[in-house]
């Protein structure tokens, strides 16, 4: 959802609330998409930012990030020293899935948001967190947005997925269905685990954004509970707080075919 952390967030919300990062952009004309993404001047620290970013998160992954956002993670080669252009990524999504990604600048409105991922273009910063801001940004960046995101989307299974998501969230009215597609997102796209075959793992960029909320998540501390759409759709969540109850799917084969089945129940898809 275009208004979710980056991170795990502070115990504390922020004392205002109102960093302009988290104000969406409503658009008023298309975002460049893949080759018209330009790349940034970045300063010297910003790639090094990025790096740091980078080295911390590699160390802590293995073992806990599921198989399939390490193989896309691989497959993608991103750069470990520079921050990566937007075109390049978007070059490997689109032989990968067929996906593309646009540059935003910043959150985007909801509508705005799911009519890019119906038509399989992800919308992704191209700035990137100050360095007092290593362990939380209130807003996407491009790390969270590269780095977290964009392997899962090399996954076929998911990518196909995550278009469903935005074909569902463009055809729903309902209010309070709305309130359950959120949470379907939240507890699968930015929280959700899978049970790989060495184990429990983390897939959702929520977690794989954050150290403390990836050790968090794997220990007994969380309730780990079988996905179910019908039940995941129900369980309000905290984004001030490490998650008490994450959802876990066995395959994205059974992600995307149990979403499906739920959207077309209500009649979304
Ligand atoms: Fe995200």
Known sequence: MPSTPTAAPPAIPPPDGHDPRCIPH???QPLPVGEACVYPRYSPEEHDVWRTLYARMAELLPGRAADEFLTGLTALDLDREKIPSLAAVSRQLHHATGWQIARTPGLLDAHDFFGYLARRIFPCTDYIRGRHELDYTPAPDCFHD????????????FADFYQRIGQAALACRDPALEEQLTRLYWFTVEFGLVRNPGGLRIYGNGIISSAGETLHSLTDRVEQRPFVPEKTALQPYDIWHFQDVLWVVDSFDRLESEFVRWAKSHGLL
Request: net charge positive.
């Open 146 to 157: 590269i780095f977290g995101h964009t392997p899962m989307i090399m996954h076929p299974r």
């Open 26 to 28: 409503k658009l008023t």
